[in-house]
């Protein structure tokens, strides 16, 4: 089965979103991944509601919002109700992370959790059956353009033979450095989502790059 590609809005021209969105929109890409940073959480701030607003405004695809911020009980019904049709937490944001997940369920939106690099998935074997979506982090989280880290395909196998022992299904997203030489080893590892950022947005033919990247 063809992947899903989430291409990352954080690597776009600000100064011409609509002209960003609207080219996704076009293109084969399935979602559009949004990256929202803290400054606290993780070290950079990238954007907030107005810009989430704007971008909503004239999107045609669902919106995949990565929170990368301290105690995001504190936001996810505003994400929500700016059009998140996906929202995942950080693991690492999460002390009480059973009550996340049943807040984000009872707003009827995909439940995700994100894992930075070093986060064993182990972690998430008592959790599993309430996640929707594993966002992995094959970058130190915070900006965009890094190189991706190779552990990422151990991680995602090690995953997938979770869900599977446990009988639920589970999209496992892949988020950083993705390209068109790792995304294929990526989806034979296990991973049905992929998040491109600068690969889609600094290519000369985005569009032909999003289509590269679904196969
Ligand atoms: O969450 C993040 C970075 O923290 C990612 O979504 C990046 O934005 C992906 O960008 P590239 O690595 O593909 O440039």
Redesign the pocket.
Known sequence: MAPIIAP?I??ADFANIQKEVEMLNESSADWI?I?I?DGMF?PNISFGMPVLAAIQKHAKKPLDV?L?IEQPERYVETFKKLGADTISVHYEACPHLHRNLQQLRDLDCRVGVALNPHTSVELLADTLQDIDLVCM?S????????KFIEQTYQKVRKLRAMAEAQNTPLHIEI????NSENAPKLIEAGADVL??????FRAEDPIATIAGLKG
């Open positions: 990352s954080l690597a991944h990256d940073m993780v990565h990368m982090m970058v130190n989280p915070g900006f965009g353009g890094q988020d950083g450095g993705v998040v491109a950022g600068s690969f889609v």
